[in-house]
């Protein structure tokens, strides 16, 4: 049985100018056990369109104790109480703070889905070959 988790999470995003609010949803699903999801909505995207990104659930558990990075993401503790997430995009380069509290609670609830250690590759892996392959 798949299981997802949906998380709103209050971010600001760092400019020259100050910072602005942006709302944003953190995303995890049993199916894809390795990875974690980090939405905002149209409103708030240079497109106009939702903006999902998709990256390592151990790097975001990482990420909130010190700094690491691979390719379009690196994520850093700022002080005690803030985590900054950095994306890297062919358009350009978004910091977003978010609350450090607000993503070990996410941690722990996709810990309660699927514990560290023990995600099942195969369904994933399955998916992937038939994306590459062209079939259902």
């Known amino acids: 049985m798949e299981i997802t988790l949906d998380?709103?999470?209050?971010?600001?995003?760092?400019?020259?100018?100050g910072d602005l609010p942006v709302?944003?949803?953190l995303h995890?699903?049993?199916?894809?056990?390795?990875?974690?999801?980090v939405a905002f909505p149209p409103e708030v995207?240079?497109?106009?369109?939702?903006?999902?990104?998709?990256?390592?659930?151990?790097?975001?558990?990482?990420?909130?104790?010190?700094?690491?990075g691979q390719g379009d993401v690196h994520i850093w503790?700022?002080?005690r109480a803030m985590t900054v997430l950095e994306f890297h995009s062919p358009y350009g380069l978004a910091l977003l703070q978010?609350?450090?509290?607000?993503?070990?609670?996410?941690?722990?609830r996709t810990y309660a889905v699927v514990?560290?250690?023990?995600?099942?590759?195969?369904?994933?892996v399955e998916r992937c070959l038939n994306e590459l392959t062209?079939?259902?």
């Open 98 to 108: 978010f609350d450090t509290a607000a993503l070990r609670r996410f941690l722990v």
């Open 77 to 79: 503790p700022c002080g």
């Open 23 to 25: 709302p944003a949803t």
């Open 45 to 68: 995207t240079l497109a106009g369109e939702d903006v999902v990104w998709t990256f390592a659930r151990s790097l975001l558990a990482a990420g909130v104790d010190g700094a690491v």
């Open 115 to 124: 514990a560290p250690g023990t995600e099942d590759l195969g369904p994933a």
């Open 134 to 136: 062209g079939q259902p």
């Open 28 to 37: 995890y699903c049993s199916s894809d056990p390795l990875a974690v999801h």
């Open 7 to 17: 998380q709103p999470a209050r971010a600001r995003l760092i400019t020259g100018e």
